[in-house]
């Protein structure tokens, strides 16, 4: 196949595309067909994806400018102005997100018993509680810091309150430095709820900046309060390991994770009464401009009204609850290794229990029949069911292998706790590929039967993490297919061992074959079409990067062949475009679940070709992680993908968002009937409760 030649104009910049999807999140919280709490969780999921922003990408960004890189992405934008965009970008949509807050989420929350009440309309009660409060729960675990040559500007965790205190007069040492920093402890709460009798509501809160701005006087006996500012600092979050220079993962690791909380500074949020002279003398403690600095109105970290929903008890604005469903193979007792013996099974999280996989982890710990368990972890979780049952099959004895990634994202801690804990039973813990992430989701059973071992495997899109199977959409397939476990069984010799890749029949693996398989794929059906026979893609995905699969996708269509991609976050191609992408349609699909599968279907001249992975269509996915994709080989299970995983994606018209020639995304709506994707999914296999 011959190189394809493309243009920077042909991509889109992936910072602005993912702050475009942090915009489409926003809008769910607009959305007056969303229950009024599950709006406010919204409003908090966006603030939470700004801090990773902020702390991965921007970080990246401003640490290429500050040595000086001038190379840009396949987009062509230089560092300093993509700064500059993304900056203004960030500010546009902080505004509004602030707006809504403040104009609609909180009148509305009112109108419905749930107030936050400001500190300037308390009642003489309320406050009398409230001053109670702060000297019993608050004053005692406060370190004020006042800022003088003994004392210098403290260090400050990521994503910490604290609060600028400006102060008049001299303490009893003759000290005036007219400045002092308040560190509120990450064990107080954010949000506290008052008694029902004192706010004449269901639901009362007050917010601990409030308590602390009404008594910050306390802290500084005899002087004189002029201000009190609160602020929060977001730092550059990303770990570095040498792989070259590493000997040690685990250790390596372990030195490196104290240092995440005190990165360089990359964005500084002030309350907007805070005095420009105080901005400005934050700013440079933290080396930063202007373009960095936040005002807002309101509490500085939205993220931690997200408890609010979960602490107020009123289902009617709340989504519906649900208990998942269990496909009809498994509705009834089951043992289950004499299911999958049956037939291969399909779960479609969460529409579908995960309990399943835990029952599948949880028997083969207490089978006296099996011998072995190899598992992948990426995330799992601080507490996981999955880890008890490990450790239990290790403590009886069987083989247990676990390949633990260390450098999951804000995971390191939990998965190093995980890898220790395993150490002290006797399962063998091994940390993959220096250099390459393990992001594949594979466990692999061997048992021994009559006529010798058969292994029973389970390969998914999502994490082993009981609690995100909740919301998030993945699938996972059981099997016995000795041919799939035979190449499973080779990526874990990969994994543990040493030695060249061996040839698989039927996985797809990164980063070896993943690639070069997804091009040939995208390639024959360009052939096909230019053959005059139809061609056809769909794709789901959470990330679309890659040039060379974007470029691919482009001859595609121009040779016509039909595609569709379902692309919930970030996109850099462009779809819709005459004369480059017309037979492209890029569509969004931002729900009550986060869209998490990843499905790949080719037309293959009739053969349907369907692949389920870990991986999205990214570099770092095929070129420097170790992914899997998986066929399902089942006839009616495929036809089960792409009637739950594809077409009703493709109808929605309600939640789905399609990108229109100029890249920007427009909310599609009908007039005809109303078909929303994840509640046609819920209907159909959830039960409703």
Request: with cysteine; hydrophobic share 40%.
């Amino acid at each position: 196949m011959n190189a394809i030649t493309t243009t920077p104009e042909q991509f889109i910049n992936r910072e602005l595309s993912l702050l475009a999807f942090n915009r489409r999140v926003l809008a769910q919280a607009a959305d007056e067909a969303v229950p009024l709490l599950e709006r406010l969780r919204f409003l908090c999921i966006v603030s939470s994806n700004l801090d990773e922003f902020f702390e991965i990408r921007a970080a990246g960004l401003k640490e290429q400018i500050k040595l000086g890189g001038h190379t840009t992405g396949v987009d062509g934008i230089l560092p300093q102005e993509l700064f500059r965009r993304i900056t203004g970008e960030a500010h546009i949509l902080i505004a509004e997100q602030y707006a809504l807050l403040n104009n609609v989420i909180l009148p509305a929350l009112e109108n419905e018993g749930i107030r936050f009440i400001r500190r300037t309309l308390w009642t003489p009660e309320q406050a009398e509680w409230i001053r109670d409060y702060f000297f019993r729960e608050v004053m005692p675990v406060l370190t004020p810091i006042g800022l003088d040559p003994s004392h210098p500007f403290p260090r400050v965790l990521n994503k910490s309150l604290n609060f600028a205190v400006e102060l008049d007069g001299t303490d009893a040492f003759g000290r005036n430095s007219g400045a002092a920093i308040v560190q509120a402890p990450r064990t107080l709460p954010r949000v506290i709820q008052l008694p029902k009798e004192l706010t004449g509501v269901d639901y009362g809160f007050v917010f601990l900046s409030s308590i602390l701005h009404k008594h910050v006087d306390e802290l500084f006996s005899g002087m004189q309060v002029l201000g009190c500012y609160q602020f929060r600092v977001t730092r550059n979050s990303d770990l570095f390991v040498d792989d070259e220079e590493v000997k040690n993962l685990r250790t390596a690791l372990q030195g490196e994770l104290p240092q995440r909380h005190f990165g360089d500074g990359v964005r500084l949020e002030v309350a907007d009464n805070c005095s420009e002279e105080m901005a400005d003398f934050l700013l440079r403690q933290f080396g930063l401009g202007r373009d960095d600095l936040y005002r807002v109105h309101g509490i500085v970290n939205l993220v931690r009204l997200m408890s609010v929903p979960d602490r107020v008890d009123r289902p009617d604005l709340k989504f519906v609850p649900f208990r998942p469903g269990l496909p009809k193979c498994l509705a009834k007792r089951y043992n289950i290794f004499e299911s999958i013996r049956r037939q291969d099974i399909l779960l479609h999280h969460p529409y579908q229990s995960f309990e399943p996989v835990i029952q599948l982890l949880q028997q083969a710990a207490d089978d006296p029949d099996v011998v072995a368990i190899r598992m992948t972890v990426y995330r799992t979780g601080t507490d996981s069911v999955l880890m008890e049952h490990l450790l239990r099959a290790a403590q009886k004895g069987k083989e247990v292998t676990v390949v633990v990634e260390l450098m999951a994202r804000f995971d390191e801690e939990a998965n190093l706790s995980i890898a220790a804990r395993l150490e002290e039973v006797g399962a063998h813990v091994v940390y993959g590929v220096v250099g390459y992430k393990t992001h594949a989701k594979m466990l692999l059973i061997l048992r021994r039967e009559e006529g010798g071992y058969r292994h029973y495997a389970h390969l998914g899109t999502g994490n082993y993490h009981p609690r995100t199977t909740r919301f998030y959409t993945d699938f996972g397939l059981m099997t016995c297919n000795p041919e799939i476990a035979a190449d499973m069984n080779e990526v874990f010799k990969q994994l543990t061992g040493l030695g060249k890749a061996g040839t698989l029949k039927h996985l797809w693996q990164a980063p070896f074959t993943l690639h070069p398989s997804m091009v040939a794929a995208i390639h024959a059906e360009t052939e096909a079409a230019r053959a005059g026979r139809k061609g056809r893609i769909i794709a789901k995905m959470n990330s679309l990067l890659e040039p060379q699969i974007i470029a691919e996708l482009y001859e595609a269509s121009q040779a016509g062949v039909e595609i569709d991609l379902i692309v919930r976050g970030v996109c850099s191609l462009r779809g819709g475009v005459p004369g480059l992408s017309e037979n492209i349609r890029v569509r969004s699909v931002i729900g009550r679940f986060l869209e998490h599968h990843r499905i790949y279907y080719f037309l293959a001249d009739g053969q349907e070709k369907l692949y389920l992975s870990s991986a999205d269509w990214m570099e770092r996915n095929f070129f420097r992680r170790i992914e899997i994709g998986f066929p399902v080989l089942d006839p009616a299970l495929k036809r089960r993908v792409l009637r739950e995983g594809l077409k009703p994606y493709l109808a929605d018209n309600c939640q789905s968002w399609e990108m229109k020639a100029d890249s920007s995304y427009q909310l599609r709506r009908s007039r005809a009937r109303r078909i929303s994707a994840q509640e046609m999914l819920l209907a159909d296999m959830a039960e409703h409760t």
